[in-house]
């Protein structure tokens, strides 16, 4: 298999995680892509228990037989130990030579060459990965190679983010209080994009080494291209996965009820007093509501983190033949076509292109408006079953359904 489809089922696995795979099945080809490119004979990932074993030890080139030989899961010493311990790579020509080395039971494979490299989240070790034995013959005296070290960190950077969705994941399986999930999808949002950023930092890097050996140049820098190219994708990808963690119940408690309780609990969130006002909206279908709630959570959440605002009114109206969304805040502006490594503009610029809506970002000195208009279908214009009716909430005032009391930044 091409390095490029190894890295691709990688990234698919690590994306699945949440979806249908189970993170052991994860690591499983984790592992397995692991010690395909970096040319082991073996490979491993080991996470730690509350004791002194492994909670999950996945192993790829023993077969069942040989497995079954070596006996019961290893304990946390020697080697594996001191990557647990201190968090940093190791790559040892010969493994038996280190005076760390504390020995392997009876029926465990022989192992010389060993690069092992712990799986990070921020400071915390959430396990290890290791590969043994470098399979070629012109390796044989060496070992694992500096590019080896640079592949394994990568692959352990995947792991971690498997690692901590999974457990994310689970989490949020048991939570049904919204207050629980968004806060859910905030953590999994800092955990992840950090993480895959450092992905793409890795490539970077590994483009630098690649110019310092001209050797191998050529084909390491569009190894790196691919991985920043997967990165991006993986940023996007996660993103939707980000959203898919919090959805909230529109058919039940319909558009206008669950926005209100979002700005109220994401005001509160950030201190800041979020005005939500809503009249009787007609019925849309569940495609072009999602999107209005998306976009407005995006914008709420903009003007919460970025803006430096006092205020923030959310507001959904109804006008001839189309409902109209405004998210402003009275902050201190922004320039909307500015370059920017975040995905809320983009994403909210694609949600309302999808659902067929306007979306105009206005922005100046006193503050920011986001507007997304959305038609309404020909035969959907009469009001539908009013669902929740003219909906108030204010943490501090409530608003008109007409204009809202913070001044329209960005209405000039
Ligand atoms: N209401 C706002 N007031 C001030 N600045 C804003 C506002 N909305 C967006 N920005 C600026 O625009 C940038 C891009 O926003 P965007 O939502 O695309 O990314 P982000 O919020 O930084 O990251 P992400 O949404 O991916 O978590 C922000 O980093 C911020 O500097
Ligand atoms: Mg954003």
Redesign the pocket.
């Known amino acids: 298999m091409s390095d490029l489809a190894e890295l691709y089922r990688v990234s698919q696995a690590v994306l699945s995680v949440t979806r249908q795979m189970s993170v052991r099945d994860v690591l499983q080809v984790i592992v397995r892509s692991a010690r395909s490119l970096v040319g082991a004979r073996y490979a491993a990932l080991g996470v730690p228990d509350e004791g002194d074993s492994f909670a999950e030890f996945v192993v790829d080139g023993v077969s069942s037989a040989e497995w079954q030989a070596i006996g019961p899961l290893p304990r946390r010493h020697g080697m594996l130990a001191v990557l647990l311990n201190e968090g940093k790579s190791e790559r040892l020509a010969d493994i038996r030579d280190d005076p760390r080395f504390e020995g392997w039971p009876r029926a465990h494979p022989q192992m010389s060459h060993f690069l092992g490299v712990p799986v990070r989240d921020r400071d915390h070790v959430l396990g290890i990965i290791f590969a043994a034995n470098k399979t070629s013959a012109a390796a044989a005296g060496r070992g694992f190679t500096e590019r080896d070290e640079e592949i394994l960190t990568l692959f352990a950077a995947h792991a971690a983010i498997a690692l901590t969705n999974a457990r994310l994941y689970e989490r949020s399986q048991e939570l049904s209080v919204m207050q629980e999930r968004s806060r859910l999808a905030r953590d999994l ?1 800092d955990a992840v ?1 950090q993480k895959v950023f450092s992905i793409r930092a890795h490539a970077r890097a590994a483009t630098v080494l690649a110019a310092r050996d001209p050797m191998d140049a050529a084909r390491v820098r569009t190894e790196i291209e691919v991985i920043g190219a997967l990165g991006a994708e993986a940023h996007a990808e996660l993103r939707a996965v980000i959203d898919g963690l919090a959805p909230p119940d529109l058919e039940a408690a319909g558009l206008a009820e669950s926005l209100r309780r979002y700005a109220v609990l994401a005001g509160r969130a950030h201190g800041v007093p979020v005005t939500f006002t809503a009249g009787a909206l007609p019925a849309l279908g569940p495609q072009a509501e999602a999107a209005l709630y998306r976009v407005a959570q ?1 914008a709420l959440h ?2 919460l ?3 430096g605002a006092s205020g923030v009114r959310v507001a959904l109206s109804r006008a001839a033949r189309r409902v109209v969304l405004e998210v402003s ?1 009275d ?4 320039v909307p076509e500015a370059p ?1 490594s ?5 994403s909210m610029r694609e949600r309302a292109s999808a659902a067929g809506a306007a979306l105009t970002i206005r ?1 100046g000195e006193t503050g ?1 408006l986001v507007r997304m208009t959305v038609p309404v279908k020909a035969g959907a214009v009469k009001p539908g079953p009013v669902k929740a009716g003219p909906v108030k909430a204010s943490p501090v005032k409530a608003g008109p359904a007409t204009r809202g009391p913070v001044k329209a930044g960005g209405e000039r």
């Open positions: 949002h994009t995006e903009n003007a983190r970025h803006a805040d902050g201190h502006g922004f920017s975040g995905l809320g503009l983009a922005s920011t």
